[in-house]
């Protein structure tokens, strides 16, 4: 999860809280913004406390970013469960705004493992959708529809994006088996026979000489 998503989700938090602090009971606003801090910053102080411990580690678990994923998809699930039947048209609205921002951010953030950026965005356009339902009248419906199509689209994205790295990645390793293959029926060859075996490049220069054509 970077430094810069974590930002974003702060910065979003903040300009989401520096509208609605006048029109909204102050003490929920304030409970959300702390708990919605607090999941953007913990999976940096989780990595920075391991890059303090083991310079070299190698970052956050799959496990541990999918819990990360989920908790900081439920603190933004909240804003519209809290707070659309109490906003404004205008405050829903910018809301609806942030809660798309900011799921399209976490879908791209939290690309390389799947299930948590599924799990992200599908909770925060399960939430907008269900609270648009609820708020009814002309805009309900038709944000709820809105937040269920962009759900899906950012859904099916990163699962394109998960089976393309997936092929890519196969690809790669059944090259390195047929490399591995070759170089053992080649050493095979080379134990077996009395030929010269040599390899050369695409300037026809030697870049392999078997030992028997070396001596």
Not at 81 to 94: C, I, K, N, Q
Not at 103 to 126: E, T, Y
Request: hydrophobic share 60%; proline share 4%; glycine share 6%.
């Amino acid at each position: 999860i970077s430094r810069v998503f974590a930002l974003s989700s702060l910065v979003l938090a903040l300009a989401f809280v520096n509208l609605a602090w006048q029109r909204l009971p102050l003490q929920l606003v304030q409970i959300w913004l702390i708990a919605t801090a607090v999941a953007s910053l913990l999976p940096v102080a989780v990595d920075l406390v391991k890059r303090w411990h083991a310079p070299l580690h190698p970052g956050l678990t799959t496990r541990q970013v999918e819990f990360m994923a989920v908790l900081l998809g439920a603190t933004w699930a909240m804003l519209p469960a809290l707070f659309f039947d109490l906003a404004s048209p205008s405050l829903r609205t910018f809301s609806g705004a942030l809660l798309f921002a900011i799921s399209g951010l976490g879908a791209f953030a939290f690309a390389r493992a799947s299930g948590a950026a599924v799990a992200f965005v599908a909770m925060i356009a399960g939430a907008t959708g269900l609270a648009s339902l609820k708020v009814g009248g002309e805009f309900g419906p038709a944000f709820a529809i809105a937040a269920g199509l962009y759900g899906l689209s950012l859904c099916a994205m990163v699962l394109i994006h998960h089976l393309k790295t997936r092929s890519a990645l196969l690809a790669q390793m059944e090259i390195h088996r047929q490399k591995d293959v070759i170089a053992f029926l080649l050493n095979d060859f080379e134990d077996g026979t009395n030929d010269w075996l040599w390899e050369t490049g695409t300037n026809f220069a030697f870049t392999y000489a078997s030992p028997k054509l070396a001596q």
